[in-house]
């Protein structure tokens, strides 16, 4: 069952953290001055917890509550933990395959892209605490409750989830149009996971770089790139087609 998807005003929002409720995003009315607020930045900065700075107008939009300044939504999945979810998935006998989201922003984009990695028997998701778009009721339901389905980690830096990765004996394919090489000349039998970049800038530089190997979609029409929900269901599907095939 999902949780209630919002909390509003100061103590209610310090409580939920000091009770390690799983909060997605915290709003916060600019320039909101006290000590309850310094407290509140405070624990945020500690915990790493995503965090915005809003017109109040924002907070308004957000609830019609007395919300003192602040709203925060809270999600309703579990989070894992990256190191014990990709112990699990190496000691299972199938053939790993992971996500990795960078600065993906938009929850309906995130919500069709659990939903596909779900058919697509993807062992796990991965985004950044900060940045990344929050499991929301949109989220859900776009995903067709797939949310529920497959295990998603949050980690502090992509990079770091990359390395942790690939020393793990899981190889790291990044999707762009920055190479030659298409999705038909990667292997993606062997352990592996898939980076999907945000919407408006792609894969962070440094991230491609570290990645083991690029691979972009031939695009055959006038139109430069594709709505990374659908491009992420085709690389998807190119993994579970190369596994399907036999010797």
Not at 71 to 88: C, G, M, N, R
Not at 165 to 173: D, E, T, Y
């Amino acid at each position: 069952m999902e949780k209630t998807s919002q909390i509003y005003g100061i103590r209610a929002v310090l409580e939920a953290i000091h009770s390690d409720e799983t909060l997605d995003k915290v709003f916060i009315q600019k320039g909101l001055k006290g000590d309850l607020s310094k407290e509140l930045e405070g624990i945020i900065r500690k915990k790493g917890i995503n965090a915005s700075y809003v017109p109040i107008e924002k907070l308004n939009r957000l609830t019609s509550n007395n919300h003192q300044g602040v709203v925060a939504t809270i999600s309703p999945i579990t989070f894992h933990e990256l190191d014990a979810l990709v112990e699990k998935v190496m000691e299972s006998e199938r053939t790993p395959l992971f996500l990795l989201l960078d600065q993906l922003s938009d929850v309906r984009n995130f919500g069709a892209i659990i939903r596909t990695a779900e058919c697509c028997g993807v062992d796990g998701i991965i985004i950044q605490k900060k940045g990344a778009a929050p499991v929301t009721s949109d989220t859900i339901k776009t995903s067709a409750g797939a949310a529920f389905k497959v295990p998603i980690a949050k980690v502090d830096h992509i990079k770091d989830a990359v390395f942790y990765l690939q020393a793990s004996g899981i190889a790291v394919v990044a999707a762009t149009e920055k190479t030659e090489k298409t999705i038909y000349e990667v292997d993606f039998k062997r352990p592996c996971a898939i980076i999907m970049g945000s919407e408006d800038r792609g894969i962070s530089p440094s991230i491609l770089k570290a990645a083991d190997a690029l691979a972009k979609l031939p695009l055959l029409g006038e139109i430069a790139s594709l709505n990374v929900s659908v491009a992420c269901g085709v690389f998807l599907y190119e993994a579970v087609r190369q596994r399907r095939v036999k010797g």
